[in-house]
């Protein structure tokens, strides 16, 4: 399957016995002072006062921040600068924070926090889309991406369908809440300890907000515990928040949010609203799509517009639209400013079009996998060749001149039985009038790559020491998707060593520098290459010393492997003795390695190029049970294929698929963000927010929880043949909804083409009331 070892997590053993440490663990200098939030009371409301002068004189207050007392910049907005890091004259949504306070303990902090004067003018918020579109509040211009003529193609259409459909955000619920600590050293340097996906943005940011050049801050990030976007520009606030408080105080200073503040604050998955109108043939081919797209950016910009971008751009998901007309709306909300989240659009994108191709296959009366399939890029047999390019203009070929998808189609189709499983599930809702189960498969075409070119860049610094052992310096931050585990690998491989050998360092601005966030999927191509373009550098030095040594041609060939370097006359010699040789040779033993992802274009006014590298694609088969009187449902059995490439790791690339899915199940069925009239946050906690456990998996054991890795699949020009597992695996999980779907279906009265619909996330009450729609 792979040439790398399927070796565990690098820090396996450190998660599970408690050992590895994360921001708010490590050792803090003496005398860390504690910051906690004053937040607003309103969704939407004019500063009239904000009086602090009893909190300052509190137990234990060391200082209490507000925006009067930046010195810099009052903004961390990623894009653009519209968001201040503290408000000083309106309120923008329910629980923003006013103030914070600095004292010696979380507990006088809190205490303290409730001696804060506020009086707040009410002004009218905008909570929904209705309100957005109302209002006219939106972020920015409307994005439009054509192609063909739309309006034409519906015209002439054999049949059309329209409709509005919603899915609701997401909760990135991280095990480990936002944590930042700093502190100012004897060098005058501020260090900044944050759990961040973007370490050099942290920087920028706090430089920024303190008024400061970059060179005077230093951010590290140890490991974090779960992001999932979540921490890719909203820690930048929380890190900006410590330094202030280190820089006035002169003490080092932490946030450690508690869960109920972190939801409360922080952005979460963008929810979209999407009007479309299809054309489509009585195969149910697609032949024109018209669709306005509108996200809930929340108040302030944020990474909406890329993540508006990549979902316009994924409305195809794995299928040839021929003639396309989008426009692409950023709803300015009183809510928190919505962020990226693992799929970063692609997800609401994908899940607009199978909400369509659901709608055509029940209209024509066909089977929903056999109007997929008809849909494909190239058709069902690949063999079309002028449907091979997306409706932003990039081929979607593979470099070999394939299309993987029909071979995934194929493959998942097989390991999930689903021939087999359509008459099991007949069978059972025949005999059944109380539950009913619904069977679905739904394929995944993902792009790599960040929207942005300029951030498909990686750097790594790589030292080797006398002993001929190593460390690996890279730019990308682990958050327990095992990044650090595939840089073992890849720098193990590259220099012949042994794993052990080895060690990655914790991730600092002060080794490699204006690096790009870990996110996009990107981390392991990036860092990857970078790693081994570092260690390249070396062992070429280290094969002219050896050549030198033994009196060898320029040309002639040397290579390293299982801790020995070897020449192909037979000449050997160990890695140890080789770097031995290299340094009394006063020859370098450290290099940087820095990758830039060739060939990727984007036009922003126009949204078409070739932004992405190359595909991830996937297929599952997912079957469900539904009870007609509760909506409760489970998930009988979910068989997943998944195009990885030729992995660096087998192991952790299986983790991320599973794990991708489950979280998407989660988005898809059961968490649900719930605001009050007044704009205030209900879910704030795993009692009202509910996240998937491994009781909504079916058991490995039995055989029906299953994930199969595409075999002969090694990607050319990306790192040893491997490719992206992180965003991808998480739309596999739409064929549990189709299933749910599939299943509400069969509760129908009598006979129907009218399209089911079925609110996402669908919850129990969603599927109940679907239910209750097709008995009527």
Same mark, same amino acid.
């Given at each position: 399957m792979s040439a790398m070892a399927a070796n565990p997590h690098e820090s396996a053993i450190g998660h599970v016995t408690g050992a590895a440490r994360?921001? /708010?663990e490590l050792h803090m200098p003496a005398g860390c002072l504690s910051m906690m939030p004053v937040l607003a009371s309103q969704a939407h409301a004019r500063i009239v006062r904000l009086d602090v002068s009893a909190a300052r004189l509190a137990d234990g207050v060391v200082d209490v921040i507000t925006a009067a007392d930046i010195p810099g910049i009052n903004?961390?907005?990623?894009?653009?600068?519209?968001?201040? %890091?503290?408000?000083?004259?309106?309120?923008?949504?329910?629980?923003?924070?006013?103030?914070?306070?600095?004292?010696?303990?979380d507990a006088q902090a809190m205490s303290a926090a409730k001696l804060v004067r506020v009086e707040l003018a009410p002004l009218t918020p905008i909570l929904s889309f209705s309100d957005a579109k109302a209002a006219q509040a939106y972020h920015m211009a409307p994005k439009t991406l054509i192609r063909g003529d739309a309006e034409s193609a519906l015209a002439q259409a054999p049949h059309r369908l329209n409709g509005v459909f919603e899915s609701g955000g997401q909760d990135h619920f991280y095990l480990e809440t936002h944590a930042s600590w700093a502190y100012v050293d004897s060098e005058n340097l501020l260090r900044v300890h944050a759990a961040t996906q973007h370490p050099s943005e942290t920087q920028h940011i706090v430089a920024r907000v303190l008024g400061v050049a970059h060179h005077e801050v230093v951010v590290s990030c140890v490991r974090m515990g779960g992001a999932f976007g979540g921490k890719e520009t909203q820690a930048n606030a929380f890190a900006a928040l410590v330094a202030l408080?280190?820089?006035? @105080?002169?003490?080092?200073?932490?946030?450690?949010?508690?869960?109920?503040?972190?939801?409360?604050?922080t952005g979460k998955r963008h929810p979209f609203? @999407?009007?479309?109108?299809?054309?489509?043939?009585?195969?149910?081919?697609?032949?024109?799509?018209?669709?306005?797209?509108?996200?809930?950016?929340g108040w302030s910009l944020d990474l909406t517009l890329p993540v508006l971008t990549r979902a316009m751009a994924h409305i195809d998901n794995a299928y040839y639209l021929p003639h396309v007309h989008l426009t692409g709306l950023m709803a300015r909300t009183n809510k928190v400013s919505n962020t990226a989240f693992r799929g970063f659009g692609g997800p609401q994108g994908i899940l607009v079009i199978e909400e369509i191709i659901s709608a055509i296959a029940r209209q024509l009366a066909l089977a929903p996998e056999l109007v997929r399939a008809h849909n494909f890029y190239g058709g069902e047999s690949g063999a079309e060749l002028a449907r091979d390019h997306t409706h932003y203009g990039q081929p979607v070929r593979d470099a070999d001149g394939g299309l993987r998808m029909q071979r995934i189609w194929q493959l998942a189709l097989r390991q999930g039985n689903y021939s087999e499983r359509i008459q099991a599930v007949a069978a059972? &809702?025949?005999?059944?009038?109380?539950?009913?189960?619904?069977?679905?498969i739904t394929p995944v075409k993902f792009g790599i790559s960040f929207n942005k070119v300029?951030? &498909?860049?990686?750097? +790594? $610094?790589? %030292?080797?020491?006398?002993?001929?052992?190593?460390?690996?310096? $890279?730019?990308?931050?682990?958050?327990?998707?095992?990044?650090?585990?595939k840089m073992l690998a890849v720098a193990a491989r590259t220099l012949g060593v042994a794993q052990s050998h080895i060690k990655v360092m914790v991730t600092s601005t002060e080794k490699v520098p204006n690096t790009s966030?870990?996110?996009?999927?990107?981390? +392991? /191509?990036?860092?990857?290459?970078?790693?081994?373009?570092?260690?390249d550098t070396i062992l070429a030095r280290i094969f002219a010393v050896l050549r030198k040594h033994w009196d060898l041609s320029d040309e002639s060939e040397l290579s390293a492997a299982d801790d020995q370097v070897s020449s192909a006359c037979g000449k050997q010699i160990s890695f140890k003795d080789a770097v031995v040789l290299t340094y009394e040779a006063r020859v370098s033993l450290a290099a940087t390695g820095f990758y830039a992802t060739p060939g990727l274009s984007w036009d922003m006014d126009s949204n078409t190029g070739h932004p992405f590298y190359y595909f991830a694609c996937g297929a599952a088969v997912s079957e469900v049970e539904v009870d007609g009187y509760t909506g409760e449902w489970r998930l009988c059995a979910a068989h997943l294929v998944h195009d990885v490439g030729d992995s660096l790791n087998p192991l952790i690339d299986i983790g991320q698929i599973e794990g991708g899915f489950v979280q998407g199940m989660g988005w898809l069925t059961m968490e649900e963000l719930v605001w009050d009239p007044n704009g205030r946050l209900r879910t704030v906690a795993p009692s009202t927010y509910k996240i998937p456990t491994i009781s909504e998996v079916p058991d490995a054991l039995t055989g029906q929880f299953s994930t199969t890795l595409l075999d002969n699949a090694a990607q050319?020009?990306?790192?040893?043949?491997?490719?992206? +597992?992180?965003?991808?695996?998480?739309?596999?999980?739409?064929?549990?909804r189709e299933a749910l779907r599939d299943a509400v279906a069969a509760f129908a009265t009598k006979p129907s083409h009218a399209p089911i619909s079925l609110a996402c996330p669908s919850t129990p009450e969603a599927i109940l009331r679907a239910v209750a729609a097709v008995r009527n």
């Open positions: 994360y921001t /708010d903004d961390t907005g990623a894009i653009v600068q519209d968001e201040p %890091l503290l408000p000083s004259t309106t309120v923008e949504f329910y629980g923003q924070a006013l103030a914070w306070i600095v004292a010696k303990t408080a280190a820089v006035r @105080t002169g003490k080092p200073v932490r946030i450690k949010l508690k869960r109920e503040a972190d939801m409360v604050l609203q @999407t009007q479309y109108e299809v054309g489509f043939d009585r195969n149910g081919r697609i032949t024109a799509l018209r669709a306005e797209l509108t996200c809930d950016g059972f &809702n025949q005999s059944s009038p109380v539950r009913k189960r619904g069977l679905a300029v951030y &498909n860049q990686g750097g +790594a $610094h790589v %030292l080797i020491y006398h002993d001929g052992s190593v460390h690996v310096n $890279h730019g990308g931050t682990e958050m327990g998707q095992g990044l650090h585990s966030a870990t996110a996009a999927s990107a981390g +392991a /191509d990036l860092n990857g290459q970078a790693v081994k373009s570092a260690c050319p020009g990306v790192i040893y043949g491997s490719k992206a +597992a992180g965003e991808p695996p998480l739309m596999l999980a739409i064929s549990v």
